[in-house]
């Protein structure tokens, strides 16, 4: 089955500065991988997603770049506010019978310090 | 539009005990996928439920069952509970089987003692 190993799993950076969260997968079948950002006690909320057959995707202060290659993508977030500290989770799945089953990383911690 | 939502928000039980979550998809979506996070984790696949129909079931064992009602509600049952069972429960809804925004609920904090 898939893997999908994330890293940091904490990241503590100054406000105005730009965030960088890496992960890799194993399944190459994977085609669509999305970002979560979880506030605590709340629920996951997609931020931003890419399908492999793009390279990249912005949407204001977030972008995700994809490398099918090396099996890696990553969430870039610039100019962090204090608002963006949360627990941000990346996800792999691929697709089988109309079926989406996706495998999480485990997390990575943003604190934003004002 | 009401979003995703679960019942209960919280619940308490022994080991062995028997527990059923309950979650209301998004109007009009037709797919319930059921995830287990435990803290400091991320979520983990239960199931998923497209058309009332089993499309995928994740590495848990048989103790965990799901079902979908000809409305698109949702029912996680979990038998013989065990302490490693205490969890976050989330529900996520989507349109279609594949392809489209994954939305959650707020999930069902159990707790077994």
């Known amino acids: 089955g898939e893997n999908v190993e994330q890293h940091p799993s904490t990241l503590s950076v100054q406000e105005g500065d730009s965030a960088v969260i890496k992960c890799t997968y194993s399944?190459?079948?994977?085609?669509?991988f999305p970002w979560y950002k979880q506030e605590l006690g709340k629920r996951p909320q997609l931020i931003i997603d890419i399908r492999s057959n793009v390279g990249e995707k912005k949407d204001q202060r977030i972008a995700v770049t994809l490398n099918k290659t090396a099996k890696h993508f990553s969430l870039h977030i610039t100019e962090t506010q204090p608002e963006d500290s949360a627990v941000y989770f990346c996800a792999a799945s691929g697709t089988s019978g109309g079926s989406y089953i996706p495998t999480f990383g485990r997390g990575t911690s943003l604190i934003v310090h004002p | 539009d009401a979003g995703v939502t679960q019942s209960p928000t919280h619940l308490i039980k022994t080991r062995g005990q028997h527990v059923t979550l309950r979650c209301s998809p998004i109007?009009?979506?037709?797919?319930v996928s059921w995830y287990q996070q435990v803290l400091g984790q991320g979520p983990q696949f239960i199931f998923q439920y497209y058309e009332k129909e089993e499309r995928g079931r994740g590495n848990f064992p048989d103790r965990f069952s799901a079902r979908q009602f000809p409305n698109y509600s949702s029912e996680l049952n979990v038998n013989a509970l065990l302490l490693g069972d205490s969890a976050l429960y989330l529900c996520?809804?989507?349109?279609?089987?594949?392809?489209?925004?994954?939305?959650f609920g707020p999930g069902t904090r159990l707790t077994v003692l």
């Open positions: 109007s009009g979506h037709k797919s």
């Open positions: 996520a809804s989507r349109n279609r089987g594949y392809g489209d925004e994954q939305f």
């Open positions: 399944d190459s079948a994977s085609n669509y």
